[in-house]
């Protein structure tokens, strides 16, 4: 069965850096797109970058400049370096993969069937 399990959490003050990883297994071929996203409390969850089959990669208007999402496709890794951390990306971070096209597009939660159980970033 496939599995996506994150890693590199934790806390960090303003102005830091994290990396998180999402170790993909049990897939028959490289998923369409790879997707982090993130959730607080009470709200849904949001995209914050995406990466496609052929390596395009696309990013949340928040993120952009300070986030990268990049794939190991020999490691079967995908990281998401996150840089100048800022207190509003304090939530938990998950790893998704979309097997095929779907819905709305890479960006959108409703689009991935596989969820990793996510990674807390907490930024202070």
């Known amino acids: 069965h496939v599995q996506l399990v994150e890693s590199g959490g934790g806390s960090v003050q303003a102005g830091g850096s994290l990396r998180l990883s999402c170790g993909a297994s049990g897939y028959a071929s490289s998923p369409y797109c790879m997707g982090w996203f993130r959730q607080v409390p009470g709200k849904e969850r949001e995209g914050v970058a995406y990466?496609?089959?052929?390596?395009?990669?696309r990013y949340a208007d928040s993120v952009k400049g300070r986030f990268t999402i990049s794939k190991d496709n020999a490691k079967k890794i995908v990281n998401l370096q996150m840089n100048s951390l800022k207190p509003e990306d304090t939530g938990m971070y998950y790893c998704?993969?979309?097997?095929?096209?779907?819905?709305?597009?890479?960006?959108?939660?409703?689009?991935?069937?596989?969820w990793g159980q996510g990674t807390q970033v907490t930024v202070s």
């Open positions: 990466i496609e089959r052929d390596g395009s990669t």
């Open positions: 998704a993969a979309a097997r095929w096209p779907l819905g709305l597009g890479c960006m959108f939660a409703s689009s991935y069937g596989d």
